[in-house]
RNA sequence: UGGCGUGUGGCCGACUUGGUAAGGCGCCCGGCUGUUAACCGGGAACAUGCAGGUUCGAAUCCUGCCGCGCCAGCCA
């Protein structure tokens, strides 16, 4: 539509004549001869007045009955309105209804359950509170991405289809591919290790895939995932670049979120505690602080939910928890050479319960230490060849981490599910709409 | 995969000790020229997940199955 104004820009055009499309979203009446119609076009909503004698006859009928979600074109008056929660509202000179939609809009204005929710997804995309969370979520990979970029990151984007797998195969989605089976994409870490000896600092952002059963609030098995790799980088300095950007995210979404975060009525006075700086303690130290809590666990056993919840319970802010057992995580990471029984890995667990939301390290640099780590886990040699070219052809110290997005943006929102963080989530249960 | 929970109209949600399915939203009609989860009056339609069992009688108790939810493991 030629001269037609999004209602977010609504407020400069007071006086004004203009022209605006969008949904119906709530119609009430005061007599047959004034009606009220809340208008979406999804960067905002306005008050709509069709008023006899400023509209045809005709058209305030056709605004008197018009359905819920009916598309409407509308022509009016911007007036200002202090009872407007935009300070604004259009009265009508003309109305037209594009496209009337069918009487039975399955969402409603009163409450509704999670699975009749999901199950409409695409129609509950609509309400206020997934909105604001598409807002947010949007906001927090552009926090993300302007952190990078102006750190001098290169973005460089991982493979999907593979046929070989970081963390062995049990999680891995197969797929067809011509006469063989290959499988989605867990993590483009190994990929961005290569482009890191070529580009130096750089970054992937896509979905990733895992077929774990899991069935809890911090779970899809389609999520996107961050995944920086800085060459010549050590724990420290991927310490310092999770902190800088997770910060950056908080700082963000605080500044540029404030409607949004209206929305979900999410406490900003939580999100203000948790700029930086992040404490960071050793999973030997954690451990030594759980013990004597109902969250206690013997030395060399992995950090579980209970574990990550004591933990972050005792800062009011996300925490770094760094140098794992070596036994316990992945064969790329490098053991620490001042005590080998540990990795030089690191998570960042968030508070609010919303559990890690960033796992990564350093890679280990040492061809022969790989070599006898992968045959001791029963790990497939062949696949792994060309990772281990990246040893053989000047090798490098490397670190880096893969922030999970959905977790992030649950956590900033408080939406209580990673579900609510996608648009269309993908779970164990719902692979639809 | 395991543990726990749950399943009542299009949606939400009562039915407590087993006794013959409330109420609300939505929908339709009407009223109101300033409403905003509008309000007021009237109306229609629509339901106990599936299969067994106990009982005179089951939405209610029992068993199995299925779906969903939460938690755990695994991870981001």
Not at 252 to 260: D, F, N, S
């Amino acid at each position: 539509m030629q001269d037609r104004i999004r209602i977010r820009s609504l407020s400069e055009h007071v006086g004004a004549e203009v022209v605006l499309c969008g949904w119906v979203r709530q119609r009430r009446s005061s007599g047959a001869k004034l009606h009220f119609l809340q208008v979406s076009d999804g960067t905002a909503g306005v008050q709509v007045v069709v008023k006899k004698g400023n509209v045809p006859d005709e058209q305030l009928e056709a605004a008197r009955y018009v359905p819920f979600e009916s598309t409407v074109v509308v022509r009016g008056t911007v007036k200002e309105d202090a009872r407007q929660v935009g300070g604004v509202e259009v009265s009508a000179t003309e109305f037209e209804v594009m496209s009337a939609a069918a009487e039975d809009f399955p969402i409603g204005r009163k409450e509704h359950g999670v699975g009749f929710l999901m199950d409409n997804r695409h129609l509950w995309l609509r309400s206020s509170r997934p909105r604001a969370a598409m807002r947010i979520r949007a906001e927090v990979i552009r926090a993300c991405r302007d952190y990078l970029d102006e750190g001098g990151f290169t973005c460089v984007d991982a493979p999907i289809f593979n046929s070989s797998a970081a963390e062995g195969t049990a999680t891995l989605f197969p797929v067809g591919y011509f006469d063989q089976t290959i499988y989605l994409s867990q993590t483009g870490q190994l990929h961005m290790e290569a482009a890191a000896q070529a580009l130096g600092d750089v970054y992937c952002f896509g979905p990733t895939f895992r077929a774990e059963k899991s069935k809890t609030r911090r779970h899809l098995t389609e999520f996107w995932m961050l995944e920086p790799e800085m060459a010549f980088a050590d724990l420290d300095e991927d310490m310092d670049v999770m902190e800088g950007m997770i910060g950056r995210v908080v700082e963000r979404v605080l500044e540029r979120c404030g409607p949004e975060l209206d929305v979900l009525e999410r406490d900003r006075a939580i999100l203000e505690r948790c700029l930086p700086p992040y404490p960071r303690i050793s999973y030997t130290e954690a451990l030594e602080r759980l013990e004597g809590t109902d969250a206690s666990i013997p030395w060399g056993e992995d950090f579980g939910a209970p574990q990550e919840d004591a933990v972050s319970a005792m800062f009011e802010k996300p925490v770094l928890v760094h140098r794992f057992p070596t036994a316990i995580k992945a064969f790329y990471m490098k053991p620490d050479p001042e005590q080998p029984e540990v990795v030089l890995g690191c998570d960042m667990i968030a508070p609010e319960g919303y559990g890690e939301i960033i796992g990564g390290g350093e890679r280990s640099a040492d061809l022969a230490y790989l070599e006898r780590k992968i045959e001791e886990e029963g790990l497939p040699k062949e696949p792994y060849e060309w990772y281990l070219d990246l040893r053989r052809y000047g090798a490098n110290p490397t670190a880096g981490f893969g922030m999970g997005l959905e977790r992030v943006v649950a956590w900033m929102g408080d939406l209580g599910h990673v579900r609510e963080a996608a648009p269309f989530a993908r779970t164990m249960a719902r692979t639809s709409p």
